[in-house]
């Protein structure tokens, strides 16, 4: 893999997005390609951290061995994901073990390449601040979004049931306070009530304080969640 | 409020995590406390940073209006949550207004604090990096035990919906390849073979090939997510 494909890579990476193509390059030149087939040890629990890693093919597996030897598994990398800065940028070792668990091909950023990069350049630091700022506030994006899709159904799933054990289908009491049935239901208070305005406005229910017509179950059944 | 708790508030917050004291201390001598009454605008669009955001208490709804004049909410923040570094860290200027939707309670950390310590003192650049880095892999993570969890819980739906519709429920047998039925869940090979092994390890299913023993539906429907 020549320096220009590596180059490439370190470009798509998200702490790295936000380089100049000259910052990129002289980070390239501090860049190893690693080859390692499956079963192969990265690194082991106590190894000082010479650089950090970005998985580009294949599977690493990162874990632990108890004090009983039981291996605990803490993650799995995939590609495009990165590990191991955390413990290079505190100069500490690593707690864990890195092992691949399929054929891997991955770029080992080396440690006197970045630290020279971040002690003399003050805008790379700066502008893998904003890259992993970024990423971090996507990231928490989606897990919001993630929840309130979870949020959604659940509460879906709560009218269908209380409408399904109900003498009248189509026109059910909600059996407790806002509070409570959203508490029982592990949703916030506010999610609770943005999502009942949701379906609301979707046409499928209409809310009367307490009271709920629903006017069309199959269309709850098959709600695909929208923000 | 002093600027001893600011710093406390401070050291408490991912980026800053690693911070030794003194350099806390620093950042919390260039660091504002803001009141925002419900409806102020902390910013709008086209407005330089003068620093980034830490939301101690409240709600603050970032936004843009569309040419036709229409309203766009790009995300709420909550308390604990920050905004506005990447924009900072990029030197660009905010494409999006932010305004409180709650009576709200802030830290400004300025422009002028985190850019001297930045530029200053090359161990404050490692130890920021090294927080933001261990925040992100914790919400990486957390997305991944959450999608585990929904591929275990629709792939379980998917067994108990085939069980209910064959003549011998106790019996099933998966009517395509593992490749299609994970394709048509949305679920990889790679997590439906997994979810599969841990329904088999937790008593509640028997794989032998396409042919799958249901041990235990009732054990199915509760199957709480353990990774």
Known sequence: ??????????????????LQPAQIEKLAAGTKLIDASR????????DIANGFYLLLEGQIKMGVISPQGDEKVIGLIQPGQSFGEAVLFME??????????????LLLITRD?????????????????????ARNRQLVNNIESISLQNSTQRLIGYLIQISTDSPNPGRVQLPASKYTI?????????????????LNNAGLIEVFGKEIVIINVDGLRNFEFIL
Chains 1, 2 share one sequence.
């Open 113 to 133: 390449a970045i630290f020279d990069i971040l002690d003399n350049d003050t805008t790379v630091v700066r502008r893998m601040l904003a890259g992993i700022s």
């Open 92 to 105: 500490r070792t690593f707690p864990i073990y890195a092992q691949a668990t399929l054929d891997s091909k």
């Open 182 to 198: 959203a508490s029982m239901l592990n949703i916030a208070p506010e999610t609770f009530s943005r999502v009942m305005l949701k």
């Open 39 to 46: 079963g192969t040890i990265l690194f082991n629990r106590g």
């Open 1 to 18: 893999m020549s320096k220009e494909v590596i180059a490439q890579q370190l470009s798509k990476f998200y702490m790295f997005s936000e």
